[in-house]
T-cell receptor
């Protein structure tokens, strides 16, 4: 059974600081996603990572994937208050599961002024 | 911009009643997924369709739950004889094959 673990689960940081959220998964997968969720809202797709060594960046967020270590990271650079949200990683495998996603528990990020 | 839409957005019902939710995917997306999310947790997979065929169901989907996608477009998720444990956010997502899934706004269900 595929398991996805994120850490930390709660992260409080100051504006301007850098931090990294980690996502480990238990079995091989061929795609990894990062989503953002604001309170009471649905999920917004941030990144799709499809191959080992993939790196994608959007604004202050950068995601990377190491399939050998079964690890993805979401790096936050010079955090701003608007980044406060819950971030989920999710893993899918097309061949055996039609890409249904298995999500981590989420990392609740709070950026303080 | 016509993203995934879901109806209703909120539903309050009494235990034992039946409820039905609707999801309209992004047009031309052949895959449609249902997930359930409880407070403080990530979404959990329930079922998915490729066109009108229901290809996989989670063990979470008890026999009180049924989903359909009759013409390969919109989908419905019905819960019969609701229980308080069914209270959750029900999320629908669609994708054009095995690519990024785009989520709808969700239906928040409260069973009293």
């Amino acid at each position: 059974e595929l398991k996805v673990e994120q850490n930390p689960l709660f992260l409080s940081m100051q504006e301007g600081k850098n931090y990294t959220i980690y996502c480990n998964y238990s079995t091989t997968s061929d795609r990894l996603y990062w989503y953002r969720q604001d309170p009471g809202k649905s999920l917004e797709s941030l990144f799709v990572l499809l191959s080992n060594g993939a790196v994608k960046q959007e604004g202050r967020l950068m995601a990377s994937l190491d399939t050998k270590a079964r690890l993805s990271t979401l790096h936050i650079t010079a955090a701003v208050h608007d980044l406060s949200a819950t971030y989920f990683c999710a893993v899918g495998k097309e061949e055996t599961s039609g890409s249904r996603l298995t999500f981590g528990e989420g990392t609740q990020l709070t950026v303080n002024p | 911009d016509t993203g995934v839409s879901q109806d209703p957005r909120h539903k309050i019902t009494k235990r034992g009643q039946n409820v039905t939710f609707r999801c309209d995917p992004i047009s031309e997306h052949n895959r449609l997924y249902w997930y359930r999310q409880t407070l403080g947790q990530g979404p959990e997979f329930l079922t998915y369709f490729q066109n009108e065929a229901q290809l996989e169901k989670s063990r979470l989907l008890s026999d009180r739950f049924s989903a359909e996608r009759p013409k390969g477009s919109f989908s419905t998720l019905e819960i019969q004889r609701t229980e308080q444990g069914d209270s959750a956010m029900y999320l629908c997502a669609s994708s054009p094959g095995g690519r990024a899934q785009y989520f709808g706004p969700g239906t928040r269900l409260l069973v009293l």
